[in-house]
């Protein structure tokens, strides 16, 4: 069953999926190190009312699956969980500190892809279906 969230105004259900990886791709997302950036995303979330729907720590990335309220952007709670997580493992681990320079722990960029429960297909036939009188002779928004 579709489970959406809810605001005053509004009944929302937006889910992204989140990859990001350390700079040069090392591999040292393991043992403490994995176990601690787990808690850290967990508290983050926690605190900026983000639900984590499911995620993996692998040993040279992070997933994340997540559901955010529509006044988050994904760009906003990117930078939370990859400043936040980086600044505070830096602190926690010596070893990060030698390898990771300039207090630069993720590498820049990341991949969202946005979730649906239906396809661009589907849109496009509901809005070309609705009913109205046109405002002009070509009440469409399509780009030629």
């Not at 997302?29 to 926690?46: D, H, P, S």
């Not at 900026?48 to 499911?54: A, C, Y």
């Not at 429960?117 to 002779?137: A, F, K």
């Given at each position: 069953?579709?489970?959406?969230?809810?605001?005053?105004?509004?009944?929302?259900?937006?889910?992204?999926?989140?990859?990001?990886?350390?700079?040069?791709?090392?591999?040292?997302?393991?043992?403490?190190?994995?176990?601690?950036?787990?808690?850290?995303l967990r508290?983050?979330?926690?605190?900026?009312?983000?639900?984590?729907?499911?995620?993996?720590?692998?040993?040279?990335?992070?997933?994340?699956?997540?559901?955010?309220?529509?006044?988050?952007?994904?760009?906003?709670?990117?930078?939370?969980?990859?400043?936040?997580?980086?600044?505070?493992?830096?602190?926690?681990?010596?070893?990060l500190r030698?390898?990771?320079?300039?207090?630069?722990?993720?590498?820049?960029?990341?991949?969202?892809?946005?979730?649906?429960?239906?396809?661009?297909?589907?849109?496009?036939?509901?809005?070309?279906?609705?009913?109205?009188?046109?405002?002009?002779?070509?009440?469409?928004?399509?780009?030629?």
């Amino acid at each position: 069953m579709q489970r959406y969230g809810y605001n005053v105004h509004s009944k929302y259900d937006m889910k992204v999926h989140l990859v990001w990886i350390p700079k040069y791709r090392k591999r040292v997302l393991i043992g403490q190190i994995a176990v601690r950036v787990r808690e850290l995303l967990r508290q983050v979330t926690m605190e900026n009312e983000i639900q984590i729907i499911s995620g993996k720590v692998a040993v040279d990335h992070i997933h994340m699956f997540i559901s955010y309220k529509p006044q988050q952007s994904v760009s906003k709670i990117v930078q939370l969980l990859k400043g936040t997580s980086s600044r505070l493992l830096m602190q926690d681990f010596a070893s990060l500190r030698k390898q990771f320079w300039g207090r630069h722990l993720w590498a820049r960029g990341y991949l969202a892809v946005s979730s649906g429960t239906i396809t661009d297909e589907v849109i496009q036939e509901y809005i070309s279906i609705q009913e109205g009188e046109p405002l002009h002779d070509n009440d469409q928004f399509q780009i030629d």
